[in-house]
């Protein structure tokens, strides 16, 4: 579908690892979706976006600071936003935790009049903060990050606690470049 007309707000939500994005981001959803419609809505996390590293080993794959901006691929996420502002449908990439890699398939998202776009690291590229109507920071207390993304990659994951200690103390916050 193409509509050179459509209209498209898009609303960011970015924070730390495990601040509660995901949370208001659904909830968020659940409450325009009753105003708009669902078929007129829709939820984008940026994890999706996360660098194709398929050439890469595991071993390689999880030496990766997924909390940096140069391990997200923000020019397709950036090339989608302006497709579904024109109206046109994208092939959403879909990101496995386990195998540290975009997978194959995709999944078919149709232009929305409103996207969620929820992640880690949206506000530090400036081209993809020009692309957002509203834009909202979760600012939760890192102590209460830490507890909850431990709890989360283990649980729903599929992380050992090592390996996320490891990527927790390898991925400083100061490792992480400031927004402009």
Same mark, same amino acid.
């Given at each position: 579908?193409? $509509?050179?007309?459509?209209?498209?707000?898009?609303?960011? *939500?970015?924070?730390? @690892?495990?601040?509660?994005?995901?949370?208001?981001? @659904?909830? +968020?959803?659940?409450?325009?979706?009753?105003?708009?419609? $669902?078929?007129?809505? !829709?939820?984008?996390?940026? $994890?999706?976006?996360?660098?194709?590293?398929?050439?890469?080993?595991?071993?390689? %794959?999880?030496?990766?600071?997924? =909390?940096?901006?140069?391990?997200? #691929?923000?020019? +397709? /996420?950036?090339?989608?936003?302006?497709?579904?502002?024109?109206?046109? &449908?994208?092939?959403?990439?879909?990101?496995?935790?386990?195998?540290?890699?975009?997978?194959?398939?995709?999944?078919?998202?149709?232009?929305?009049?409103?996207?969620?776009?929820? !992640?880690? /690291?949206?506000?530090? $590229?400036?081209? +993809?903060? =020009?692309? /957002?109507?509203? @834009?909202?920071?979760?600012?939760?207390?890192?102590?209460?990050?830490?507890?909850?993304?431990?709890?989360? #990659?283990?649980?729903? %994951?599929?992380? @050992?606690?090592?390996?996320?200690?490891?990527? *927790?103390?390898?991925?400083? &916050?100061? #490792?992480?470049?400031?927004?402009?």
């Amino acid at each position: 579908m193409t $509509d050179q007309s459509h209209q498209c707000v898009i609303i960011g *939500i970015a924070g730390a @690892s495990a601040s509660g994005k995901s949370l208001i981001a @659904s909830t +968020l959803y659940r409450e325009l979706r009753e105003q708009v419609g $669902d078929e007129h809505i !829709g939820v984008i996390p940026e $994890d999706c976006y996360y660098k194709d590293q398929s050439h890469l080993s595991m071993e390689e %794959r999880v030496k990766t600071n997924y =909390d940096h901006p140069s391990a997200m #691929d923000h020019s +397709l /996420l950036l090339e989608h936003l302006q497709a579904l502002k024109r109206g046109s &449908a994208i092939d959403l990439p879909v990101y496995s935790y386990v195998e540290h890699t975009r997978m194959k398939e995709t999944v078919t998202v149709e232009p929305k009049k409103v996207i969620i776009l929820e !992640g880690i /690291l949206l506000l530090t $590229d400036a081209r +993809l903060r =020009d692309e /957002l109507n509203f @834009s909202i920071f979760v600012d939760t207390p890192l102590d209460i990050c830490l507890m909850r993304r431990i709890k989360r #990659d283990v649980n729903e %994951r599929g992380r @050992s606690m090592d390996s996320v200690m490891g990527a *927790i103390s390898k991925n400083r &916050a100061s #490792d992480v470049p400031a927004i402009h």
